[in-house]
């Protein structure tokens, strides 16, 4: 099965929306693709989200991971 930006990604970020300090829309498919690499690697570590908030859990980062190599679908 294919993950795609709407609804797949665009969800796993959908909580923080409200209280972002990142300097990019994480809810935005052009914004989120073009740093794609750079919010892996974030998330992979466990440094986004920020300590306030619980960190992705494993099966979300997994979808971030497949949503990057099933070519970014929107």
Not at 5 to 33: A, C, G, H, Q
């Amino acid at each position: 099965m294919s993950v795609t930006f709407n609804p797949d990604i665009k969800n796993i970020f959908r909580n923080f929306k409200s209280n972002m300090s990142w300097r990019l829309d994480l809810t935005k498919y052009e914004d989120v693709k073009i740093n794609a690499e750079k919010i892996y690697n974030l998330i992979e570590t466990k440094q986004m989200p920020p300590p306030s908030y619980n960190p992705l859990s494993d099966a979300d980062i997994q979808k971030f991971k497949q949503w990057m190599d099933d070519g970014f679908l929107e």
